[in-house]
T-cell receptor, first 112, second 112 residues
Framework: RKEVEQDPGPFNVPEGATVAFNCTYSNSASQSFFWYRQDCRKEPKLLMS???SGNEDGRFTAQLNRASQYISLLIRDSKLSDSATYLC?????????????FGAGTRLAVHP | ETGVTQSPTHLIKTRGQQVTLRCSSQ?????VSWYQQALGQGPQFIFQYYREEENGRGNFPPRFSGLQFPNYSSELNVNALELDDSALYLC???????????FGPGTRLLVL
């Protein structure tokens, strides 16, 4: 079983649509959680951290359920510029260092 | 931009050769982590260097080795290259082993 599993993509949605990505993680000792965005042939960039209380950044809302080991990302009013791969990431601190564990990513394509 | 730089940007090698990839960390950062991202996958943790010592290692064979220098820049060395080593190699620097990691643009390695 993969440590971080995400919805298989791609998601093809029209501009203005709402799209939701889901992610599960296997290690209950995971301590912090993130969504990263990766554009084609570029490095991953931090989109937002994810908290149990839920957090929102403009059109983006992230949610964490520790009991279910489940993370979600909701994008409202999708823009063409949202087209990218979205990576679910957990941070495991063990043995004195932080290790980021990435899911395989879900590709989003927003079309006119 | 994160201030993390990597060189070279692209590299082509043949099986059995050796390669050295370089990473300059952001000013004020003393920790560098390396990741391998194969096509269609999320980045996989290779190892982390903190104050010139290997601080943690993922599930990669010993032919993947590294160094960190007094200025906290780092090298990733891969010996006896295999076709499956073809990937995007990312480094990330942070203020410490437990701090947020900032990614460089990556080095794209192709092994023929």
């Amino acid at each position: 079983r993969k440590e971080v599993e995400q919805d298989p993509g791609p998601f093809n949605v029209p501009e203005g649509a709402t799209v939701a990505f889901n992610c599960t993680y296997s290690n209950s000792a995971s301590q912090s959680f993130f969504w990263y965005r990766q554009d084609c042939r570029k490095e991953p960039k931090l989109l937002m951290s994810v908290y149990s209380s839920g957090n929102e950044d403009g059109r983006f809302t992230a949610q964490l359920n520790r009991a279910s080991q489940y993370i979600s990302l909701l994008i409202r009013d999708s823009k063409l510029s949202d087209s990218a791969t979205y990576l679910c990431v957990v941070n495991l601190f063990s043995g004195g260092y932080n290790k980021l564990i990435f899911g395989a990513g879900t590709r989003l394509a927003v079309h006119p | 931009e994160t201030g993390v730089t990597q060189s070279p940007t692209h590299l082509i090698k043949t099986r059995g050769q050796q390669v050295t990839l370089r990473c300059s960390s952001q000013s004020g950062h003393n920790t560098v982590s390396w990741y391998q991202q194969a096509l269609g996958q999320g980045p996989q943790f290779i190892f982390q260097y903190y104050r010139e010592e290997e601080n943690g290692r993922g599930n990669f064979p010993p032919r993947f080795s590294g160094l960190q220098f007094p200025n906290y820049s780092s090298e990733l060395n891969v010996n006896a290259l295999e076709l499956d080593d073809s990937a995007l190699y990312l480094c990330a620097s942070s203020r410490g082993p437990q701090e947020t990691q900032y990614f460089g643009p990556g080095t794209r390695l192709l092994v023929l």
